[in-house]
C-alpha cells in the first residue's frame, strides 16, 4: 500500500499536481494497474486535494476507466450497425458462450475481459472482433473459437502462443 | 445598463444578471426545480424555460443559465414555452412520480397525462443537493457517479466519506424530498390531488395540500 501511494505520487507530480489534469492521472494509473483500485483512487484524491467524489464521477463517467479488476485479455466485440446486420450479435453469443461470461464481466481465471463497442470505424472488416488492440475481421462463428484458442493456450515459458508468432 | 424587454415589458438589469433573475425582479413567474438563489445556476431541470426572439425566429434556453443581453426580447409564457415546459415536467415526472412539488408543477400547467414509461427513480438530478454539499457546506461528500441512465447522486463508493457532516442539506434542498406526494395511488402518472378544481378548502387526496388551495390548485412557484 505504501509502495503503491508512492507510484501514484510519482504520477501526480508528473502533472504537477493540477486539478485539470484528473484524467491524465487517472489514465497513467490505469495503465499501471490495468484498472482503478479503491486505494489508488483515495490517494490520488488526497494528493489533488480534492473530495474523493469528484475522482469517483470522473472515473465512473469515462467508459475508458474500470473500478473493477480486468483480464489479462480484452475481448472487444463490435456491435455498430455493419457489423450488427453482419451477425455481430450471433458472434457476441458465440464468444459469450466461449468465455461464459456477460459483456463488462472477467472470467473467474482472470485471463479474459468481454466488452461490446458501438462502432470501430472499419466496418468493412465486419463482424469485427477485437483482442488486446489486435482487430479479428470478417469473424465468423467457427473463427470466434479458434481465435480465442490462441489467447487461451499458454507457452511453457508462460507467453501465449499469439505473442511468439506476431514477434 | 442593461436594457431588455421581457413579455412586452421594458426593463433596465445590471449587467450580469440572468433572465430569470430579472423576470422575477418584475414579478414574472418561470417555474425553477434546480435554481437556488444561494447557489450557482445549472441549468439541469430546463423547466425554466423561456423563448427568445431573435428577428424572424425563436430559441428555446434556460433563464437560469442564460445572462441578459442589451435588447433582448423574451417571451416567458408563449405557446412555444408552456409546450415545452409541459413535455419537461412529464419527462421529470416519469422519472420521479412522488414529488409534490412536481405533481404540483404539473397541476398548475395543465397537464393531465404523463406519456412516457414511469420509471420511478426518486431523483430529478437536479444537482442542487450536490451543489449545496460543495458550495454552502464546502465538504464535496456527494456528486454524480456514471452516465446516461446509470446517472445518480451518491457518495464515494457508497460509503458515508469523512467529508460528510451529517448537516442533512442534501435532504433539505432536494426539491423532491422536501415535499412527498403523498397520494396512494398515481393515475396516469399524476396524484391528480391538487388537480381537484371543486371550490374546497383542503384538498382530500393528497395530505400534502392542506395550505393555500385555490380553486384551481396550488401556486406554488
Known amino acids: ?167 | 445598463m442593461i436594457e431588455l424587454t421581457i413579455d412586452g415589458i421594458k426593463a433596465k438589469v445590471e449587467e450580469g444578471t440572468t433572465v430569470l433573475e430579472a423576470a422575477r425582479e418584475m414579478g414574472i413567474i418561470i417555474p425553477t426545480l434546480c435554481y437556488h438563489p444561494g447557489l450557482s445556476p445549472y441549468g439541469a431541470c430546463r423547466v425554466c424555460m423561456v423563448e427568445v426572439v431573435k428577428g424572424d425566429h425563436s430559441s428555446l434556453e434556460a433563464s437560469c443559465t442564460l445572462p441578459v443581453e442589451q435588447g433582448q426580447v423574451i417571451l416567458t409564457n408563449s405557446e412555444k414555452v408552456t409546450r415545452a415546459r409541459k413535455l419537461i415536467v412529464e419527462l421529470l415526472l416519469s422519472s420521479c412520480p412522488n414529488s409534490k412539488t412536481l405533481q404540483d408543477m404539473a397541476a398548475n400547467m395543465g397537464i393531465n397525462k404523463v406519456r412516457f414509461k414511469i420509471k420511478d427513480r426518486g431523483c430529478i438530478l437536479c444537482g442542487r443537493c450536490v451543489r449545496y454539499c460543495k458550495e454552502q457546506m464546502k465538504s464535496g461528500g456527494i456528486g454524480f457517479v456514471g452516465r446516461g441512465t446509470s446517472r445518480r447522486v451518491a457518495t464515494a463508493f457508497d460509503v458515508t466519506p469523512e467529508e460528510c457532516r451529517n448537516c442533512g442539506g442534501c435532504e433539505w434542498i432536494c426539491p423532491v424530498c422536501e415535499k412527498a406526494c403523498m397520494a396512494d395511488s398515481l393515475i396516469d402518472g399524476l396524484c391528480g390531488g391538487c388537480q381537484n378544481l371543486a371550490p374546497v378548502e383542503t384538498c382530500l387526496v393528497c395530505t400534502g395540500c392542506s395550505e393555500s388551495v385555490s380553486p384551481q390548485g396550488h401556486k406554488v412557484y
Not at chain 1, 466461449?98 to 472488416?125: S, W
Not at chain 1, 479479428?136 to 511468439?164: A, F, I, P, T, W
Open chain 1, 1 to 167: 500500500m505504501v509502495n503503491d501511494y508512492e507510484k501514484v505520487k510519482a504520477i501526480v507530480d508528473r502533472y504537477g499536481g493540477k486539478h485539470d489534469s484528473v484524467i491524465a492521472i487517472l489514465q497513467d494509473v490505469q495503465s499501471e494497474y490495468h484498472y482503478l483500485p479503491e486505494h489508488t483512487l483515495r490517494a490520488v484524491a488526497s494528493q489533488l486535494d480534492l473530495p474523493l467524489i469528484q475522482i469517483c464521477g470522473v472515473a465512473t463517467f469515462f467508459k475508458a476507466f474500470s473500478l473493477k479488476p480486468r483480464g489479462e485479455h480484452t475481448v472487444t466485440v463490435c456491435l455498430g450497425t455493419a457489423c450488427h446486420v453482419r451477425g455481430a450479435p450471433a458472434v457476441l453469443d458465440e464468444v459469450k458462450r466461449q468465455l461464459g461470461i456477460e459483456p463488462g464481466n472477467t472470467t473467474a481465471d482472470m485471463r479474459f475481459t468481454l466488452e461490446t463497442v458501438n462502432c470501430l470505424g472499419a466496418c468493412a472488416l465486419g463482424p469485427i472482433l477485437v483482442v488486446d488492440g489486435k482487430y479479428h475481421g470478417q469473424m465468423s462463428l467457427g473463427k470466434v473459437k479458434k481465435v480465442l484458442n490462441r489467447y487461451k493456450k499458454v507457452q511453457k515459458d508462460g507467453r501465449h502462443e499469439e505473442l511468439k508468432v506476431s514477434s
